[in-house]
């Protein structure tokens, strides 16, 4: 039985092309970038070209990008960044629907005398911006909300945030973790002060991220070194790096066909499903989504008895975020969207660059199949 891998917001393979341009940093081309000699030079100018490559993606210059070792770690180092550039302010605004990384920091802050608004979302996962606006003291220094959605794929509103932000004098980070290689990201259109995204979600491998920092002002480094000119210190991944810059080189040169080519097995495959099979409920705001993204229910079938079902044909979904799911806990995502996960329990179904349309019928014939049998249980 051949595998059926539909868990791409989870995590990514790692590109052939991608390999191949990293692989050889890894045990010919080994030297330290911060070398002098040649061998350095030569890795040296390869991470170079990769921040290029990052930097061309987001419509910016190289010197504000920073690598990290992944996208929580980009995240964490923007909200701390934030409110070490403004130590007398001790609130942050974020939504209700954010990933462990911000979720989990916040929390800790929060017990560390900060007041953190964690602002609710609609039935579909959308947020209002009057409250956003609404919750908003003099006290606020960061708004953080992400682009794109892990679980539901809902796309926010980042530009109008970030003007909201920026009218009260307040910083704005944005995590596009899941938004980038499917929505263009033009941080000078944004005018976001910090955005951070993550290799592994675009097929690059796991262990290497990005931030974008607008301006050093407004920046302080979680990890102190000389690396990253000052700004986060450690030997720079440079294999890791170098596949990157592959990968962000793929999106560029495809210019986002490849997020239409997912949109178009996305939504034939929903069509089937709903054709097919009665009492079918998607989640998140479906006019607004990203293109690879569907939460998809079956009234009466519960996610994870079915996500087993699937993995005996050899087919892997998850039944949520992929960070939270070893919890036996509701996902608080769909708990922000006041979900009815009695009758309607999701599996997120995320589509990726090998996903084929011959997978995407042998799915929903599995899923014909075993339905009934799951809801009559
Ligand atoms: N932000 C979002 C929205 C994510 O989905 C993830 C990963 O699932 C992350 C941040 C964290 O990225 P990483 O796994 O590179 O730490």
Redesign the pocket.
Known sequence: MKKIYLDN??TTKVDKEVYEAMSPYLNEEYGNPSSTYEIGKRVKDEVSKARENIAKLFNTESDRIIFTS???ES?VTAIMSAIKANPDKKHIITSSVE?A?IIETLGYLARNGYKITFFEVDEKGRINLDDLKNAITPDTCLISV?MAN?EIGNIYPIKEIAKIAHDNSILMHC?A??AAGKIKIDVKDLDVDYL?I?G??INAPKGI?VLYVKDDKNFIPLIFGHQEKNRRGGTENAPYIIGLGKAVEMIINDNYKLAEEEKELRDYMEEQIKKNIDDVFIYGDLENRTPNTSSIAFKGVKADELMLVLESFNIYVSTG???NSELAVPSHVLTACHANLDDYSPIRVSIGRYNTKEEIDEFVKVLINNVGMLRRK
């Open positions: 917001n989870a992944c996208g929580s995240n990933h990384s992400m892990n995590d973790v899941q951070s993550s592994h979600k991220g975020s992929a960070c």
